[in-house]
């Protein structure tokens, strides 16, 4: 094991320049004018498969955006890993507000800069890393592996679901290992044993075919920006509650037990609150921040658009106006069930005074799993040997949807050992990942193959 321990501390600029060469794709899904760079990312992915000397590297054509697949198979015995992650990125705007280019990878004292270095090249990076070092130094894995990679998962995995179950009995496996999530905090590795769901919307209004002069017709008709915050104001009451009827209806309570555990966390609330410049935090009431975050439900506005935006004043009724929501979900709640109530209820509460058009854009299921399985116990050891300290135990307030069609369609445990830090600015300016915690991850990455592989397949 030395010499793969040694290789890879040897390894470091080597692997900042070849991050960096990945972090310069800018394959972003949601926008159409990036297909190119996202077929590109892919083709990128699939060569650095080979590179690290994994076999059988392939795209696979989805109807969208391709999966990278590759596998190692010659450790009879042993168990199967299936690990997944996804190459695409998320949009980068506002672009002014970064210090460096983001898809020119910047270090700075010790932090790799660039959109994707966390979410979630890095991170599907330190594996690939982490096979090419076991590969080289030992001419092979502990485990037997198969990999995907997706490039549509910041869109919400359209296609990802048909794959899973088109593909059911090539990616038979024991166990799958995901890193696309932060560790609790810097210093505090952690195992994730939850996810939130998530049901995304787009809400559009109009309220004449045209932009009015806001004097000649004000007051005459309404006005689609006024009557969406009203109608938006509908969603929740002041005291965080999210009004939707049936809303909570399939909650999982929180166990006394597991609020228990979340108040023993190393949480300092205080500098939360001043890390995100937030006057004050807010949420839903008798819930603590962690509560609020990992296993309550949300309603959010993730954006508005209506009238005039520009400098100055120009008295004007907006035609139009636009907003993007969506809700996180937790156990046991369905997000076909979700939209369905939300729009019945958002028609119930839109007014005649303009037309309403919903579209649905993307979802995901939540997903929870027990600890009590033995891969969460050879994760335990190999994060305390990679990072030198037990993981704790949380959960995490985003999504990864195809978690839960693991679980359902081919009945796998997932083990989300993420790497990267909650002010790592994923989605955000900024996007970083610590050093430290990658050339960390990388080992340990290679002692979770060992310890996986100590387990009966
Ligand atoms: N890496 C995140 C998921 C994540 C975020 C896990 C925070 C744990 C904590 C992933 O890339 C992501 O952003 N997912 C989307 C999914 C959505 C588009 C369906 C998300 O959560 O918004
Ligand atoms: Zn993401």
Redesign the pocket.
Known sequence: MHTVIDFIHTSRDRYISALTEYLAIPSISALPDHVDDVARCARWTADELGRVGLENVRLIETGGNPVVYADWLHAPGAPTILFYG?YDVQPVDPLDQWTSPPFEATVRAGEIYARGAV??KGQIFMHFKAVEACLKQTGRLPVNMKLILEGE????STHLDGFVRDHQSELAANVVIIS???MFDRGVPSLCYG?RG?SYFQIDLRGTTSDLHSGSFGGAVANPGFVLAQVLAQMKDRAGRVKIPGFYDDVRPLLDEEREAFARLPFNEQQYRTDLGAPRLFGERDYTTLERVWARPTFEVNGLLSGFTGDGAKTVIPAVAMAKVSMRLVPDQEPDTIAEIFETYLRKVTPKTVTLDVTRL?G?KPWMTELDNPFVQAAGRAIERGFGRAPVFNR??????VVSTFQEVLGLPTLLFGVGLPDEN??APNEKLNLGNFLNGIIASTFLYEEIGKLTG
């Open positions: 996804h979410d979630d998962e910041e869109i919400g696309d999530s932060p996810l998530l993307h995901g995490e307030g985003g999504s990864i949807p994923a989605h």
